[in-house]
């Protein structure tokens, strides 16, 4: 039997509503229910919406929150509670100095010399009390999240076997850590915080039994030269999209070298475009949701084809 993956990985609050609009569409064209997912990955804004999904929501009430048509008051309060547009002032407090001496690419080794964020987490905690069961865990067998330790330069993905005991709402909130903005999680002490600061989507860390066909939804990732506009665009693909890239793609050779068949859905121009250069701009939310809504279908179906996969139906 094929065993499918999940994954989705980070990107803020614009990232977030794009994601939603690729996976409409994937399900849409595969004609399935992402939460009959055998695994299901996510990474800080990716590990919001996999506790969702995880949870039960299905890819409509996501849209529906996305779009200020959802009914559900769990998902009226989380959307409702999305962080500012900008951080309170960090505390300047390094967690791992020596992270700068690392060349494991993407941004792992800034992490560690980043202030300690004086966000808010109550939100996301309060999503995962809202869905988690009685233990404290996600009702989904297969719902990992993934965080980034500074001091070990290691990436844990809580809810895979061996990983540090957490509940959903720690899980969570250290997955969605972003060093200087939300303050990382301690777990049996050790500091974790937002998995994105090592790798947008941690495909790799997918064991080669775990499932055959990975669908990657990466928002903070795209093909060389692909960005939003301006000034502003430039600064992002040079300091963050280019290295999430990067290392997404030695990560999708990996998984595709282990024998997975691997489908990445990236933004094009014409997302990038709608979506514009700051990820965590909260009012420019519903507008991105409606240019991705409009333009993410053809992301998906780019990156279908070009895995050779069918357009319609998964099974």
Request: one cysteine or more; glycine letters at 14%.
């Amino acid at each position: 039997m094929t065993r499918r993956a999940l994954v989705i990985g980070c990107g803020g609050t614009i990232g977030g509503a794009w994601a939603v609009a690729a996976l409409a569409a994937l399900a849409d064209h595969l004609d399935w229910d992402p939460r009959e997912a055998d695994l299901l990955q996510g990474t800080s804004a990716g590990a919001e919406l996999v506790t969702l999904l995880a949870g039960g929501y299905g890819v409509g009430d996501l849209v529906a929150m996305h779009t200020g048509r959802a009914e559900d008051p769990v998902l009226r309060r989380h959307i409702a509670a999305t962080p500012a547009s900008l951080p309170p002032i960090p505390v300047p407090l390094p967690l791992a100095p020596g992270s700068l001496l690392r060349n494991r690419g993407g941004h792992s080794r800034f992490t560690g010399v980043a202030p300690r964020g004086r966000g808010d987490a109550t939100w996301l905690q309060q999503l995962a009390d809202s869905v988690a069961g009685a233990d404290g865990r996600l009702p989904h067998p297969g719902a990992r999240l993934v965080a980034y330790d500074p001091r070990r330069d290691e990436r844990v993905v809580f809810g895979a076997p061996g990983a540090p005991e957490a509940t959903a709402g720690e899980a969570l909130r250290a997955s969605w850590a972003v060093p200087g903005w939300m303050p990382p999680v301690r777990l049996e002490g050790r500091d974790f915080v937002d998995g994105g600061a090592a790798s947008t989507a941690s495909v790799d860390l997918i064991g080669p039994g775990a499932a055959h066909e990975i669908y990657v939804i990466a928002p903070m990732a795209s093909a060389p030269g692909v960005r939003a506009p301006g000034l502003g665009g430039r600064a992002e693909q040079k300091l963050l999209r280019n290295p999430m890239s990067a290392v997404l793609r030695r990560e999708t050779d990996t998984a595709r070298a282990a024998g997975h068949t691997v489908v990445t859905i990236m933004p094009g121009p014409t997302d990038m475009r709608g979506l514009g250069w700051n990820f965590m701009n909260r009012r420019h939310r519903r507008a991105a949701i409606d240019s991705a809504g409009a333009h993410a279908p053809a992301a998906v179906l780019r990156a279908l084809h070009s895995a050779g996969s069918p357009p319609h139906r998964i099974g």
